[in-house]
T-cell receptor
Framework: DAGITQSPRHKVTETGTPVTLRCHQT?????MYWYRQDPGHGLRLIHY???????DKGEVSDGYSVSRSKTEDFLLTLESATSSQTSVYFC??????????FGQGTRLTVV | KQEVTQIPAALSVPEGENLVLNCSFT??????LQWFRQDPGKGLTSLLL?????REQTSGRLNASLDKSSGRSTLYIAASQPGDSATYLC?????????????FGEGTQLTVNP
């Protein structure tokens, strides 16, 4: 398995609180991605990064921000969590436009 | 906007059967297509990657084909086993040079019955 660690694996938080999810990789891959997976919608891209401090928006980026200060770490922040952000969040990495590898996911519940 | 569709959404077969999962995409200008497996509560495991210039890729009992011009890919599983039970997803990567993001289908949930 690719060396991808997501933390936390599970989190319950209250509406309106900030939440940060972390993705850590040991593969030195250039690209890192955050997806969310919801029933009826499949996997949708939130944000991605193509290098340190280089990030771009995906199709469902509203309400989310990201930061990448080191090659190995990609942080996803929900500034003020809402119930619609209850989901399973996956981090992925790739060297370039080749095979992508996924982490084990973070299950986030906003109550 | 690229759209990826997987049919059927669910499939139940007896052990030992050969089966085909389908994936179609609306924009044929892709760079590659990847098949994944997802077990309940787990992350995605990469199974096969087909470049746009390739027609098929094989790994063990799995064979994936790609017909880029018609916007279709199939995943063939030979001699299915209960351990193959999982959700199978396909994802395409766009062909333009800035295109690094994957667009996913919603998956086919496969159950192989002993």
């Amino acid at each position: 398995d690719a060396g991808i660690t997501q933390s936390p694996r599970h989190k319950v938080t209250e509406t309106g609180t900030p939440v940060t999810l972390r993705c850590h990789q040991t593969e030195n891959h250039r690209y890192m991605y955050w997806y969310r997976q919801d029933p009826g919608h499949g996997l949708r891209l939130i944000h991605y990064s193509y290098g340190v401090k280089d990030t771009d928006k995906g199709e469902v980026s509203d309400g989310y921000s990201v930061s990448r200060s080191k090659t190995e770490d990609f942080l996803l922040t929900l500034e003020s969590a809402t119930s619609s952000q209850t989901s399973v969040y996956f981090c992925a990495i790739s060297l370039g436009r080749d095979r992508a590898f996924f982490g084990q996911g973070t299950r986030l519940t906003v109550v | 906007k690229q759209e990826v569709t997987q049919i059927p959404a669910a499939l139940s077969v007896p052990e030992g059967e050969n089966l085909v999962l389908n994936c179609s995409f609306t924009d044929s200008a892709i760079y590659n297509l990847q098949w994944f497996r997802q077990d309940p509560g787990k992350g995605l495991t990469s199974l096969l990657l087909i470049q746009s210039s390739q027609r098929e890729q094989t790994s063990g009992r799995l064979n994936a084909s790609l017909d880029k011009s018609s916007g279709r890919s199939t995943l063939y599983i030979a001699a299915s086993q209960p351990g193959d039970s999982a959700t199978y997803l396909c994802a395409v990567r766009p062909g333009e040079t800035s295109g690094s993001r994957l667009t996913f289908g919603e998956g086919t949930q496969l159950t192989v019955n002993p």
